[in-house]
């Protein structure tokens, strides 16, 4: 995949796309529970987020989808600059520039494309049904990048640089798998198996070693 104008193509990462297995039942329907946590760290840790996600063992289960994500790029920058969206979310690129200047939208990793070439007031939009990394670049600007987190499902919590708790609420009941994503990996990543159980806050802490 080759952006449209060729002056902006980074090295390419290799991103794991997460794989999550379909399940019929219904999130809405489903008996919940919730998680509690809290992440443990060995050394000093970087200033990036973290973000703390589920998956369900049997399948994630249909969900409902969260609305469109605006994305705003006055000044030659992603605003925002970094964010989790769902699997099936829809982000909308607007080219909200005060001047006279054109943006592209294209992105590498779990989900690879190109939006194109979009004039001052116009806008695109990309549903990312892949979950994993993806990184947001344009090919007219070198400097504006930008990057998503595409969670399975909504049973993920985003735990910024600042913060070691998190929590989260109105899972499906059922064994669960919890897996760690770093914005900025300084440690290994964390897989370890959790059970939600109905009407219950199940605890759980996760040790962030390099």
Not at 16 to 39: E, N
Not at 59 to 88: C, H, I
Not at 93 to 112: P, Q, S
Request: aromatic share 10%; glycine share 10%; hydrophobic share 40%.
């Amino acid at each position: 995949m080759r952006p449209v104008s060729g002056q902006h193509l980074p090295r390419p990462v290799y991103t794991r796309v997460i794989q999550a297995q379909a399940a019929d039942f219904k999130w809405d329907d489903a008996k919940k529970g919730s998680l509690k946590g809290t992440l443990k760290f060995s050394a000093k840790r970087a200033g990036a987020p973290i973000v703390v996600y589920l998956l369900r063992d049997g399948g994630e289960g249909k969900f409902t989808v969260p609305g469109a994500l605006e994305v705003r790029q006055e000044g030659a920058k992603f605003a925002p600059n970094f964010t989790v969206l769902v699997k099936g979310q829809t982000a909308k690129f607007i080219n909200d520039e005060k001047k006279d200047i054109a943006h592209n939208v294209y992105f590498l990793g779990a989900a690879e494309g190109d939006l194109g070439i979009f004039e001052k007031g116009e806008s695109v939009q990309h549903e990312f049904t892949e979950a994993g990394e993806v990184s947001l670049h344009c090919s007219i600007h070198k400097n504006m990048d930008g990057k998503f987190f595409i969670a399975p499902s909504p049973a993920f919590a985003l735990v910024e640089s600042d913060a070691e708790s998190f929590s989260i609420s109105g899972v499906p009941a059922g064994k669960y798998k919890l897996k760690t994503w770093q914005k900025q990996k300084r440690f290994k990543d964390v897989e370890l198996e959790v059970n939600i159980e109905e009407g219950k806050e199940a605890g759980v802490t996760v040790e962030m070693a390099r």
